[in-house]
T-cell receptor, first 114, second 112 residues
Framework: KAGVTQTPRYLIKTRGQQVTLSCSPI?????VSWYQQTPGQGLQFLFE???????NKGNFPGRFSGRQFSNSRSEMNVSTLELGDSALYLC?????????????FGPGTRLLVL | GQQLNQSPQSMFIQEGEDVSMNCTSS?????WLWYKQDPGEGPVLLIA?????ELTSNGRLTAQFGITRKDSFLNISASIPSDVGIYFC????????????FGTGTRLQVTL
């Protein structure tokens, strides 16, 4: 079974631009969560999607948004990029995102904002 | 955002030594998890704990869920070079299974 895949793996953008990251969950998984990882703040929960609906949300500004498609693939978008958005963005998938499920993480997309 | 307090922040140990790290929180969690992250990879689940006081092993790894539900520890016995990496604890509250609150991480380096 293929793992969680994220594309692209690396990305360089400039301030003010917007970016879209993609996550394909493990086949059959319907829950996709997104995390931001930075040296200063560590791993922070962004949001979770299940069945095309945002189910949980972390404390990030509205510039961070996401969506999920009917095949469970998810995208996250960051508009008006700031230098502080430079981070490793990780997504994780689970069958339902509930109960005692294991969340499987992808390798991440490393975003550098110049 | 909230982060759990994890200690030590980093440690150098010799191959064969035992390692101990712990994680504390001001909040109560229903589930405690321990992950390991290798460079260029996402975190991989090592151990999951679901009940206060629970002690669980996975090979050379042993973890415990604190009685107060606000802390957990991880022990690695007889460390080997492939144990190198960053270890994270994570807490999960009831009803938010996919929303994890992570610790600050412990960087483990093993010298031969």
């Amino acid at each position: 079974k293929a793992g969680v895949t994220q594309t692209p793996r690396y990305l360089i953008k400039t301030r003010g631009q917007q970016v879209t990251l993609s996550c394909s969950p493990i086949s059959g998984h319907r829950s996709v969560s997104w995390y931001q990882q930075t040296p200063g703040q560590g791993l922070q929960f962004l949001f979770e999607y299940f069945s095309e609906t945002q189910r949980n949300k972390g404390n990030f500004p509205g510039r961070f948004s996401g969506r999920q498609f009917s095949n469970s693939r998810s995208e996250m978008n960051v508009s008006t990029l700031e230098l502080g958005d430079s981070a490793l963005y990780l997504c994780a998938s689970g069958p339902t995102g509930a109960g005692r499920e294991t969340q499987y993480f992808g390798p991440g997309t490393r975003l550098l904002v110049l | 955002g909230q982060q759990l307090n994890q200690s030590p922040q980093s440690m150098f140990i010799q191959e064969g030594e035992d390692v101990s790290m712990n994680c504390t929180s001001s909040s109560i969690f229903n589930t405690w998890l321990w992950y390991k992250q290798d460079p260029g990879e996402g975190p991989v689940l090592l151990i999951a704990l679901y009940k206060a006081g629970e002690l669980t092993s996975n090979g050379r790894l042993t973890a415990q869920f604190g009685i107060t539900r606000k802390d957990s520890f991880l022990n690695i016995s007889a460390s080997i070079p492939s144990d190198v990496g960053i270890y994270f604890c994570a807490g999960q509250m009831a009803g938010t299974a996919s929303k994890l609150t992570f610790g600050t991480g412990t960087r483990l380096q093993v010298t031969l």
